[in-house]
């Protein structure tokens, strides 16, 4: 098994409106690329997938063996933090949105489309949600105002890698995942703890099939100049390569109803870097890896590849690496 595979269950992932649970922690300790990380299963396999959800998994079958401390991933504390949302209407914004909302940070929203909003997270105080007008396409937009006191910034903007309704309006991929991240991080303070950007998995590799055929009409080749100029921008940053997105978008659901969203059976993840996975990811938990990756330092300057996978999948995996332990 490579050294750079992660797996993390997830029973709920932090956006449930119970009793503020943990987050689960979803990076390693390390840096994924460390030739001496390695990982270790429990001896707990967790239960086939047809017991019920309340009998699954319900602890992390896999850990690294690095370290065995409790990792908290906010060890600044949420007072001290004002998280600017980019495209926190969307599939993956808005969830983020939600749970920064859950976790009590104070975020600051930036939409073409404020009704939306309105609609998706309701009447907010601006202690809490702070609700602005803009178009990342539009340099004019982004006036030095939208950005005074934000510590952080989340951009989850994007468009459909084939023409689409979503076009409408000039909503490409070459003015949305490349004009719009330069003009964007063009505008951020050098004063900013870090920018996080929700790319894609495939985006070195777009002149190569299956790559180049989700790649006509540019969609990847754009992410990549858009990951470039955040590379190149001086700013810290972490960079989130999402698989094909499942689970959602939530665009006609309340605050209650995102707050209570779960990755259904998706709920093991594998991180990797180098663009080399290949699949499917619940937009929870790349939602939850953007918010995760806020604080922890050894995600600064660093991209990561994000899959999730079902729990058979997981079970499967562990019952194989287990076989190959007892026959090597």
């Known amino acids: 098994m490579a050294h750079r595979l992660s797996l993390t269950p997830i029973a709920d992932l932090p956006l449930s409106i119970r009793a503020s649970p943990q987050p689960v922690p979803l990076f390693p300790h390390l840096h994924l690329n460390s030739p001496s990380l390695h990982y270790s299963f429990r001896r707990k396999v967790p239960p086939p997938p047809s017991l019920s959800r309340s009998e699954a998994v319900s602890e992390r079958g896999v ?29 993956v914004g808005q969830l983020v949105v939600a749970s920064l909302l859950n976790r009590d940070i104070k975020s600051r929203l930036l939409t073409r489309n404020p009704e939306k909003a309105t609609t998706l997270f309701g009447e907010q105080d601006e202690e809490k949600l702070q609700v602005r007008l803009g178009d990342t396409r539009n340099p004019e937009d982004l006036d030095p105002s939208i950005f005074e006191d934000v510590t952080h910034v989340i951009c989850c903007t994007g468009t459909t890698a084939f023409p689409s309704r979503r076009w409408d309006g000039d909503n490409t991929p070459e003015r949305v995942d490349w004009e719009g991240v330069r003009n964007l991080v063009s505008s951020l303070p050098s004063s900013l703890k870090k920018i996080v950007l929700v790319s894609s998995v495939g985006v070195t590799k777009f002149n190569e099939l299956p790559w180049s055929v989700m790649n006509l009409f540019g969609v990847l080749k754009y992410k990549k100049m858009g990951e470039d100029f955040v590379r190149n921008s001086g700013l810290p940053y972490t960079i989130i390569r999402a698989g094909r997105l499942t689970d959602g978008p939530y665009t006609s659901y309340d605050l209650n109803t995102l707050l209570q969203a779960t990755a259904g059976e998706r709920r093991a993840v594998l991180i990797d870097q180098g663009d080399k996975l290949v699949g499917e990811v619940s937009r929870l938990v790349v939602a939850e890896a953007c918010i995760q990756a806020l604080d922890i330092d050894h995600t600064n300057g660093q991209i990561y590849e994000i899959n999730s996978v079902k729990v058979i999948i997981l079970f499967e995996m562990i019952c194989m690496y287990e076989r190959w332990k007892l026959n090597k």
């Open 63 to 91: 850990e690294s063996s690095a370290s065995d401390t409790t990792h908290n991933p906010s060890h600044l504390s949420s007072s001290s933090k004002l998280v600017l949302v980019v495209g926190g209407t969307g599939g």
